[in-house]
């Protein structure tokens, strides 16, 4: 999992999204998501859901990774208040953990 701000900067990230992503956990912090993946309407939908609040619930996005597997995972975002600025939005990116759920 990691917690992105409204740019759509890693604010935070555990061991296992690094690793994912190809990283050290310390070399995934203040990364631009973008850095990461590739591109495209999934961070254009990521930025729509920090101004728009999001909804009640996550919502199941697509991330095309831009390690050298180029593999795509099922993550899940749901849009919250940042805990140091609450009038501002952060976004809690988790991979599903089913790997089934995973598409190669």
């Known amino acids: 999992m990691a917690v992105l701000d409204e740019s759509l900067s890693i604010k935070a990230a555990n061991e296992p999204f690094a ?5 050290s ?11 990461v993946v590739t591109a495209g309407s999934t961070l254009d939908q990521l930025r729509e859901l920090t101004q728009d609040g999001g909804g009640p619930g996550p919502v ?11 593999r795509r ?3 899940q975002a749901r849009v919250f ?3 140091d600025a609450p009038t ?3 976004l809690l990116l988790t991979a599903v ?3 089934t759920a995973a598409i190669e």
């Open 25 to 35: 956990h310390d070399g995934v912090r203040g990364r631009a998501l973008a850095e």
């Open 81 to 83: 208040s940042a805990y």
């Open 60 to 70: 199941q996005v697509e991330l095309q990774l831009t390690d050298p597997s180029r």
């Open 88 to 90: 501002k939005r952060a």
């Open 97 to 99: 953990a089913d790997p």
């Open 19 to 23: 690793q994912l992503v190809s990283m």
């Open 73 to 75: 995972v099922l993550a």
